[in-house]
Every structure is written in structure tokens, then in C-alpha cells.
């Protein structure tokens, strides 16, 4: 049985000796091979399909962390600001620690999927009007005035459990990759894998990924109004902004903006192509890739492998893929009405 990542790596996590394991099993996620994308950029390519994690999205990695640590604290409730993803797990992992869960979410950008996960699990979800940066803002001030547990990526926990991709994906190659493509909203996620890597000293170069109108690092401002239809990344100003870029700059990497048709444009194409359904946020890494190939600072090799950090799942959001694939086609109860929608 796959263990969860707790049981896994927990000497190298935060966790203290008497901490419960609140787990679903998360990690152990595949290293897909991309064939086609490799010929496209002309290095060997891998999907880290984090989209395979109990609730959809790599924020379980963290999660089981972060809501162990707090079961041993003693906390009965935790709370977290999401674009989606943080939400679904910070009700699943609630329910699963028998505590209360609170998720505070940007009215109606908040995907139907993910609503969906985070009510059944039970949780208590407020729409907000304002954008994710209002939100966080706020838990982080909830946080300091009640005995809540804040379960963003500004928790340090967070970090420590998903820095074990980073572990996975060496342990699976055998070896560092030579780069590493990641999508980047908070920035809580790049940061993590850089610090996993350099527990295994490894050290791949580090490609991240905004969206255009969300892409704060990119210019070097917070945007105020960030808009994307990449919902996981629509964030104007990361709480990890300077670990971020100094991971970027240590790897020799860098960070890039990509148009949301870049990202759309992906999103399908490697459903298409590649068998593999991530949602738009996702996307952003393999339209980066296609984007800006695989740029080198002087003086270092090109990579020669690079896996793509595939961070959530297509059905999280049905409404935007339904919106970008071909129609469904209407037939009448007939084999040759059958005949010709199949074969013409
Ligand atoms: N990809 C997906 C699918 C996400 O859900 C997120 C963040 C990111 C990438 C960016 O990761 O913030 O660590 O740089 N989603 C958060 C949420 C904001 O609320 O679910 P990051």
C-alpha cells in the first residue's frame, strides 16, 4: 500500500515527535513521460502529475503537514484564503482531523469543483468580494485575533510537505533534472521544490510561469487587479515573492509571463496530446516551455531533461474545458444516424 508522505519522509519534516498523521495518502505521484512535448522542445520531457493527489492538487503534500502539526498543537479549527485547490484540501484534511475548516474564496471565481469538494467536506465557505490578496490578507488578521490555524502556504509547514516533490522527482529519474517548469501564484510551491532539492543536493534549473495579467514577479510590482482565466494563479502579490526570485536567481533560471491563449492553448493540447487533463493554472508550465524554449544563463549546459510540475487536475473546473472543446454531436436512437456521427 502507498504510504502517505508523512510515514514516508517524516525525519526530514517539521513534525514534532508527539504530532498525530493526518494523512489521505497524498504523494507518490507519477513521473509521466512526454513524448510529444519532448520532440517540441527538443529535450527530454516529464509531467509531475500532482493533479493524482487525494483532493486534485498538490496542496495536499502540504496539507497533511500543516494539519498535523496543528491536531498536535491542539487546534480544533483551521482557515485558509484559495483561488480553489487550498480550500478542497483544507476541508478534506479538516474533515479527516475531525476539526473545523474555513474557507474564504473570491466571489464567484471559485471553481465549481472545487465548491463542490469543499462543502461536502463539511467546511464553511464565505465568498468574498475581492480577489484572492484581500482574502489572505484578512485570514492572516482572523488568524492573529482567534485560536484558528492559518493552512496557506505562509504557514511553514505548508512548505515542508511540499517539498517532497521535489524528493519524488529525483527519486524517479534516478537523478536532478535539468530544469524543472512550475506554474507560480503565491509563490509557496517553487519555493518549496528549491528547498527540496537542496535537502537532496540537487540543484535543476527553475522555470516559472505567471499569466499575463497575474504576473507580479514578471514585472516586479504587485498588480493590484490581477485577471486570468488560469484561476489558480490569479494572485497581484505573492506572499513568497523574495524566496521566490532568489530561488530563480541560485537555480539560474528565471521567471516569464505567458498570454492566457498560450495557456488555453496548452491546456488542450496536452489533453489531446498527451493523455493528461491538468487544469489552466497547470497548463501555464508546458505554455511556458513552448513559449520561451528552454533559455540558459552564459556558461550553463542546456538541459537535457525537464519535468513539467502539473499541479491540478482538468475536473476541477469542467465549465472552462467544456467551453474549449469541440461540441458533443446529437444523433438520433439509429445505427446509421450512429453510423455517420461516429465515421463522417
Ligand atoms: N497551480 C495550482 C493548480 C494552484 O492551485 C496554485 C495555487 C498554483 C499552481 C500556484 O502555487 O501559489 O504555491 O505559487 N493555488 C492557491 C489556492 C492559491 O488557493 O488553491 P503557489
Not at 524543472?180 to 537542496?198: C, H, S
Request: hydrophobic share 45%; proline share 6%; glycine share 10%.
Amino acid at each position: 500500500m502507498a504510504l502517505g508522505l508523512i510515514d514516508r519522509y517524516r525525519d526530514r519534516l517539521s513534525l514534532e515527535p508527539g504530532d498525530p498523521v493526518v494523512t489521505l495518502n497524498e504523494g507518490s505521484t507519477p513521473l509521466i513521460e512526454a513524448p510529444r512535448l519532448s520532440e517540441r522542445i527538443e529535450a527530454r520531457a516529464y509531467f509531475k502529475f500532482e493533479g493524482l493527489n487525494p483532493t486534485g492538487s498538490f496542496k495536499d503534500r502540504g496539507m497533511t503537514v500543516a494539519v498535523s502539526r496543528a491536531k498536535g498543537r491542539g487546534a480544533e479549527a483551521i482557515i485558509c484564503a484559495s483561488t480553489g485547490n487550498t480550500a478542497a484540501s483544507c476541508a478534506a484534511y479538516a474533515a479527516r482531523a475531525g476539526m473545523r475548516g474555513a474557507v474564504i474564496v473570491p466571489e464567484g471565481k471559485i471553481a465549481i469543483g472545487k465548491l463542490a469538494q469543499a462543502l461536502m467536506h463539511g467546511a464553511r465557505v464565505v465568498a468574498l468580494q475581492g480577489n484572492f490578496d484581500d482574502a489572505l490578507r484578512i485570514v492572516r488578521e482572523l488568524s492573529q485575533k482567534h485560536p484558528i490555524e492559518l493552512v496557506n502556504s505562509v504557514n511553514p509547514h505548508r512548505i515542508e510537505g511540499q517539498k517532497t516533490a521535489a524528493f519524488e522527482v529525483v527519486e524517479d529519474l534516478g537523478a536532478a533534472p535539468g530544469a524543472l517548469a512550475i506554474p507560480v501564484g503565491n509563490a509557496g510551491n517553487v519555493t518549496a521544490y528549491w528547498r527540496g532539492f537542496q535537502e537532496v543536493d540537487a540543484a535543476p534549473i527553475l522555470y516559472g510561469f505567471q499569466a499575463e495579467g497575474a504576473a507580479p514577479l514578471v514585472r516586479g510590482e504587485p498588480v493590484a487587479n490581477p485577471e486570468t482565466v488560469a484561476s489558480a494563479i490569479r494572485i497581484g502579490n505573492p506572499a513568497r515573492w523574495e524566496e521566490a526570485m532568489a530561488a530563480f536567481t541560485a537555480s539560474r533560471g528565471r521567471v516569464a509571463a505567458v498570454s492566457d491563449e498560450q495557456i488555453l492553448n496548452a491546456y488542450r493540447w496536452l489533453a489531446d496530446n498527451e493523455g493528461v487533463f491538468c487544469e489552466p493554472a497547470s497548463a501555464a508550465s508546458v505554455a511556458g516551455l513552448l513559449a520561451h524554449g528552454l533559455p540558459v544563463v552564459e556558461g550553463a549546459a542546456r538541459p537535457e531533461t525537464v519535468v513539467c510540475v502539473l499541479t491540478g487536475h482538468g475536473l476541477k473546473d469542467p465549465d472552462t474545458a467544456l467551453s474549449k472543446a469541440p461540441a458533443v454531436i446529437n444523433c438520433d436512437n439509429d445505427l446509421s444516424a450512429v453510423e455517420r456521427a461516429v465515421f463522417d
